[in-house]
């Protein structure tokens, strides 16, 4: 059980999780959500530029995309994309600042990975900005990866399409036996 009675082991049917009182919901993110995702990536400054939100709604048609409601509340959101046949990239998570550290990342990553592992995913891949950087903020988001069981596999720097100055740690995961 993780702070706050939040645990990713407590499904009471799919999708939902109790958190005490409330029900935590995963579903799939819509259109009408974006304000609420906007909103929690801009109170993430140190993790996201100010571009990232329209990039996030760009992302988010076309890929599999969710967010986790609290009393219908957006909470927290995921954008993955797939890279067939069997693999896929988680290209964006976050949770809302003020619930951040509570579990609710973990409930909504264990919910994104079960569902690409049974749409037939074998690996997932994760990029965050490596421990070189020397950037406080990450180490935190490099911990939710490692905790989860991502592992880092390498560090790309330049990585393209990245602004030069931001080495980038890879991560992966493997949801089911490759070989
Ligand atoms: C990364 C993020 C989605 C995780 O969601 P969350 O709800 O905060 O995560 P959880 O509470 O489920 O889990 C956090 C885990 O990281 C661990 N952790 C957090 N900070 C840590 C630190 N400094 N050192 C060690 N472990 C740390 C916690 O112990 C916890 O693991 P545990 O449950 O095994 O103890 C969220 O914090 C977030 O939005 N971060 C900012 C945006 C971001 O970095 N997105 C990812 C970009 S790649």
Redesign the pocket.
């Known amino acids: 059980m993780?702070?706050d009675g939040?645990s990713p082991n407590t499904s009471v049917c799919p999708g939902q999780v109790r958190n005490n009182d409330v029900m935590l919901a995963i579903r799939r993110l819509a259109g009408a959500d974006m304000p609420a995702v906007t909103a929690?990536v801009l109170g993430?400054p140190d993790?996201?530029t100010s571009d990232v939100a329209a990039r996030i709604e760009r992302d988010a048609v076309g890929h599999d995309s969710w967010v986790l409601t609290d009393s219908a509340a957006v909470a927290?959101f995921a954008v993955a994309v797939r890279r067939p046949p069997g693999g896929a990239e988680?290209l964006?998570?976050?949770?809302d600042?003020a619930?951040?550290?509570?579990?609710?990342?973990?409930?909504?990553?264990d919910r994104v990975l079960d569902e690409l592992a049974a749409a037939g995913v074998s690996v997932v891949e994760?990029?965050?900005?490596d421990r070189s950087a020397g950037y406080p903020?990450?180490?935190?988001?490099r911990?939710?990866?490692?905790?989860?069981g991502f592992v880092q596999i390498d560090t790309i720097d330049p990585l393209p399409g990245w602004q030069p100055g931001n080495p980038a740690a890879i991560y992966v995961a493997a949801l089911q036996p490759t070989r």
Do not use: C, D, N, S
Not at 137 to 141: H, I, L, M, R, S
């Open positions: 993780m702070a939040v929690i993430l993790y996201f927290g988680i964006w998570i976050a949770v600042p619930r951040r550290g509570q579990g609710l990342g973990t409930v909504l990553l994760a990029k965050t900005l903020p990450y180490e935190a988001t911990a939710f990866w490692e905790r989860r």
